[in-house]
């Protein structure tokens, strides 16, 4: 005897609605039904926690295979909602693959019966409706978490490695020493010149514990062991995601991810200018200068570990100034260490002597000269009124910015409000039969796309405010810094990497005999300081 296919479904969202919508009441509804019309040999299908736009849910596949099968007779669901949230997918099921297989569907509060065609006349409005109301579930979903997280609150997720949740407030993060000592022992190591493998390896060999082990030791229910892995070690992966965490600086790092629409669920990694960026929400285990100064090495290109030529402090900071490749270690036949500009070297080998010329600068030389410079740049900062008269002339420049970037964002706020209460009142006619279907889904996509580009309006203006702020703040943190080298004696990988950005050696000039290069050095924080010597 065929089966009488009875389908439940309630998503996470649907849950919120109260126990009209439960599998309980859905699963006595259907029971009622089937005993009132003596349909023969009921069976559950049950999908608990899953939204309706997706169409590869478990037990509503089983059911599809079923059907395929030739198993079931008829399906039945409380509504054409409970059964999918996709107008086309639920037309092509009703309307196409159910009569190809002789099954008959039955929505029972929406009267809807695949052997009665008059039956189906609403059924597309209904669909569309339903469809419809998916999208403004995630959209308002989507708005509570953007509120949330501009608001400076966590809007969830696992505490990074160094971290963990307060005893007092699950919602904050406090320093786990343990584990904050190796991330902090990371960074070090990553200023001393050495690679995410060589730092990789010498995480392991000290046996730290990694973040898997740490979750699993911590019992965090959402971490899952691999099968069949009874010792873990680190990874490339891990110290790189290590080193790319903005979290360690103090802040709240929110909607880092999004997904393309209601029905496409898939994880996408958003541009780095649409993070929602919340400083000081809990106690930094690294500084913001030192994170964004392993930014700026990462950024300069793959670092390798080396035996025959030990990592010097301005490896990945010397750049050519004709070309903008970086300069890579060489040596001549004395054994001279020296820099050379990259793209040079490639063309020689190459026989291509288009390709930039010659930047050959020895390596002491140009450490002692960097090294030279720097001293009198901590003087210079320390003793001129230079950088009080920038940070004077940027404060007035932001004052005059931000009024009228404030001006405009409140303008656009309020609009997005006005909106919000639009699309309420068209939900409200379009359910008391005021509005037609056509002109539902006019109105409705024209307010979504008019308040879409609202919002990118509003955050690339905070983006732009916080900015402007930023910057203002740029002489008082080089100052700061500067403060932290005032003995320096040596030119060490700390002291080059905390100052500067990058250093951009000229081309090597011969006259009447004498050897001569231009070397530009540009300073962190403040990078439009530079230097021109000979």
């Not at 949330?148 to 990074?160: D, E, I, N, Q, T």
């Not at 190796?182 to 050495?194: P, T």
């Not at 050959?360 to 950088?387: C, G, M, N, Q, W």
């Not at 932290?484 to 905390?498: C, P």
Request: hydrophobic residues 35%; proline residues 4%.
């Amino acid at each position: 005897m065929k089966i009488t296919a009875l389908y439940c479904r309630i998503s996470q969202e649907d849950a919120l609605n109260g126990d009209s919508q439960s599998i309980e009441s859905q699963k006595l509804m259907m029971t009622q039904y089937v005993e009132k019309y003596n349909l023969p040999n009921p069976k559950f299908y049950v999908d608990d926690g899953i939204t309706g736009t997706r169409f590869d849910r478990e037990s509503f596949m089983q059911m599809i295979s079923d059907v395929e099968s030739g198993k079931i007779s008829t399906v039945i669901c409380k509504d054409l909602s409970r059964f999918g949230r996709g107008h086309w997918e639920v037309g092509q099921y009703v309307l196409d693959i159910f009569p190809r297989y002789d099954v008959r569907f039955l929505a029972i509060t929406d009267n809807v019966d695949s052997w009665i065609p008059e039956s189906l006349d609403f059924m597309p409005f209904r669909n569309v409706f339903n469809e419809f109301y998916a999208k403004d579930t995630s959209r308002k979903i989507r708005a509570q978490k953007r509120a949330a997280a501009l608001a400076g609150r966590r809007v969830g997720g696992v505490p990074v490695y160094g971290y963990r949740k307060s005893t007092t407030d699950p919602k904050k993060w406090v320093v786990d020493e343990d584990s904050a000592n190796v991330v902090r022992e990371v960074y070090d190591l990553y200023i001393k010149g050495h690679s995410m493998m060589g730092i990789t390896k010498i995480l392991n060999e000290k046996g730290y514990l990694t973040p898997s082990e740490r979750q699993q030791a911590e019992g965090i229910r959402n971490y899952t062991p691999p099968k069949q892995v009874t010792h873990r070690a680190w990874s490339h992966t891990s110290v790189q995601k290590m080193l790319d965490n903005l979290e360690y600086t103090g802040c709240t790092v929110s909607l880092r991810v999004t997904s393309r629409s209601h029905r496409d669920r898939r994880a996408v990694l958003k541009p780095e200018e649409e993070w929602v960026i919340t400083p000081n929400t809990q106690e930094a285990i690294i500084s913001a200068e030192l994170f964004e100064t392993v930014k700026k090495l990462r950024q300069n290109g793959k670092r390798r570990e080396r035996k025959k030529y030990p990592p010097k402090p301005l490896d990945e900071l010397v750049f050519c100034a004709t070309c903008g490749y970086r300069l890579y270690t060489v040596s001549n036949n004395q054994r001279l260490q020296a820099y050379d500009c990259g793209q040079h070297r490639k063309s020689k080998v190459r026989e291509n002597t288009g390709s930039c010329c010659s930047h050959f600068v020895p390596k002491l030389y140009l450490e002692t000269h960097v090294l030279d410079y720097l001293r009198r740049v901590i003087a210079f900062a320390k003793e001129s009124d230079f950088i009080k008269d920038v940070e004077r002339q940027m404060q007035n420049q932001l004052e005059a910015d931000t009024a009228s970037m404030a001006k405009e964002l409140k303008n656009a706020q309020a609009r997005i409000a006005e909106i919000d209460k639009t699309i309420r009142l068209l939900y409200d006619d379009r359910r008391n039969g005021i509005l037609p279907p056509e002109r539902f889904v006019q109105f409705l996509t024209e307010h979504e796309a008019e308040q879409k580009t609202l919002v990118e309006k509003a955050d690339k203006l905070k983006s732009k405010m916080d900015t402007a702020k930023e910057n203002a703040s740029k002489p008082k943190r080089f100052m700061e810094l500067v403060r932290r080298y005032t003995d320096a004696t040596e030119l060490t990988h700390e002291l080059a990497t905390a100052l500067i950005d990058k250093v951009f050696v000229g081309k090597l000039e011969l006259e009447n005999g004498v050897r001569s290069q231009t070397v530009n050095i540009h300073l962190n924080i403040i990078g439009n300081l530079t230097i021109t010597e000979k």
